[in-house]
Each structure stands twice: as structure tokens, then as C-alpha cells.
């Protein structure tokens, strides 16, 4: 709190000072500060209100982590770029500047069945989701995994154990190796 309200006290006033620069016309007698302890409580009240609702809910999800801003971003801040083939392309570093990377390869990993001497491979151009891995989903037809049905395998990573899942609309057979990798970040990883 005192971080806050020290920050607002040297601050504040530039942003209002920028604000009347910028010719916005406000009641300045009104003005609050929006941590002060009035506005904190309205807002801590509705939070619990809406979850007591189950309008907000706690969960392990995937987010958008953004290097540049050091910060996790909303799906609507998220610019999506289809790259069809492997290419080079900026992206902007944090001291300034940018820096070229490689988008759009897509590298295997191969995930040990638990408690049998088999194998998944799995293709993805999202290294950085991995971590987030809830599941590998495989068609329920695909005849080179339905032996596999049921089982879990080992990630790669971090060790943990996660199960297989079979699912017709996320895996294709004719895609890649056939099997997915299903995040935290997708409903399936939790309907599963």
C-alpha cells in the first residue's frame, strides 16, 4: 500500500497535469485516486460477488507472455499471423531495438509412454506452450495409437505425467504425427 501512495504522490499530478495539456475538460473536484481504500473495497466487493456467482473462476491456464512488455496479454491485444512456411521476422526486444527469429519451424518431441517401452511424437511450431501440456489427444480411429488408448506418457520437460486422450475433432490423422499436444489453455485440456 505505501508503494502505491508513494507513487501516486509523484506521479499523479503529472498525469493530470498531462491530461489538462491534452485539453480534457473534467470536474477536477471529483478526481479520486483509484487504489484509495473507497475504490479498492467496490472493486475487491464485486470481484467476490461475480466469483460467488461463478461469473469468475480460478484456473491453470495458458497466457499470452510478452517478452517486449514483461507482461502476460488478452487474446484481443494478441496479433496472429498465419505462417504457412518456415521464415524469418522481427520482433522488437526489450532494451530497444529488435532482433530476427525464426517462425513457423516445427520441431518433434518425442513423449515416453509411462510403463512401456513406446513412444509419441509430436510436432509443434509453439515451443513455448509446452510447459502448459495437460494432454496428448489422438484420434479415436488412428490405428497406430489405439493400442494407447488410456495411458499416459511422460513429458519430456519436466517429467510430469500426463494422460492420452482421444478426441476427433482436435487430432487428425493426417496431420503432422497424428497426435496433439492440448494445453491448460484450451477447454479440452479441461473437459478432459
Same mark, same amino acid.
Given at each position: 500500500? $505505501?508503494?502505491?501512495?508513494?507513487?501516486?504522490?509523484?506521479?499523479?499530478?503529472?498525469?493530470?497535469?498531462?491530461?489538462?495539456?491534452?485539453?480534457?475538460?473534467?470536474?477536477?473536484? /471529483?478526481?479520486?485516486?483509484?487504489?484509495?481504500?473507497?475504490?479498492?473495497?467496490?472493486?475487491?466487493? $464485486?470481484?467476490?460477488?461475480?466469483?460467488?456467482?461463478?461469473?469468475?473462476?480460478?484456473?491453470?491456464?495458458?497466457?499470452?507472455?510478452?517478452?517486449?512488455?514483461?507482461? $502476460?496479454?488478452?487474446?484481443?491485444?494478441?496479433?496472429?499471423?498465419?505462417?504457412?512456411?518456415?521464415?524469418?521476422?522481427?520482433?522488437?526486444?526489450?532494451?530497444?531495438?529488435?532482433?530476427?527469429?525464426? !517462425?513457423?519451424?516445427?520441431?518433434?518431441?518425442?513423449? /515416453?509412454?509411462?510403463?512401456?517401452?513406446?513412444?509419441?511424437?509430436?510436432?509443434?511450431? /509453439?515451443?513455448?506452450?509446452?510447459?502448459?501440456?495437460?494432454?496428448?489427444?489422438?484420434?479415436?480411429?488412428?490405428?497406430?495409437?489405439?493400442?494407447?488408448? +488410456?495411458?499416459?506418457?511422460?513429458?519430456?520437460?519436466? +517429467? /510430469?505425467?500426463?494422460?492420452?486422450?482421444?478426441? $476427433?475433432?482436435? !487430432?487428425?490423422?493426417?496431420? +503432422?504425427?497424428?497426435?496433439?499436444?492440448?494445453?491448460? +489453455?484450451l477447454q479440452l485440456g479441461v473437459m478432459h
Open positions: 500500500d $505505501a508503494e502505491v501512495w508513494k507513487w501516486y504522490k509523484q506521479y499523479g499530478h503529472a498525469i493530470d497535469g498531462q491530461l489538462e495539456r491534452l485539453g480534457a475538460s473534467l470536474d477536477w473536484s /471529483r478526481r479520486v485516486f483509484t487504489m484509495d481504500d473507497e475504490r479498492s473495497n467496490a472493486v475487491q466487493e $464485486a470481484f467476490v460477488r461475480l466469483f460467488d456467482e461463478g461469473h469468475v473462476y480460478r484456473s491453470t491456464r495458458l497466457v499470452h507472455w510478452s517478452p517486449h512488455l514483461r507482461s $502476460a496479454i488478452s487474446d484481443i491485444e494478441v496479433e496472429y499471423d498465419d505462417i504457412p512456411t518456415p521464415r524469418d521476422i522481427k520482433i522488437p526486444c526489450n532494451k530497444g531495438g529488435s532482433r530476427v527469429v525464426r !517462425a513457423g519451424e516445427i520441431d518433434i518431441f518425442v513423449y /515416453r509412454v509411462q510403463g512401456q517401452c513406446d513412444e509419441i511424437r509430436v510436432a509443434t511450431t /509453439r515451443l513455448e506452450t509446452m510447459l502448459g501440456d495437460a494432454a496428448i489427444a489422438v484420434h479415436p480411429d488412428d490405428s497406430r495409437y489405439k493400442h494407447l488408448h +488410456g495411458c499416459s506418457v511422460v513429458h519430456p520437460m519436466d +517429467g /510430469r505425467v500426463i494422460p492420452i486422450i482421444c478426441d $476427433a475433432e482436435l !487430432a487428425d490423422p493426417e496431420v +503432422g504425427t497424428g497426435a496433439v499436444k492440448v494445453n491448460y +489453455g
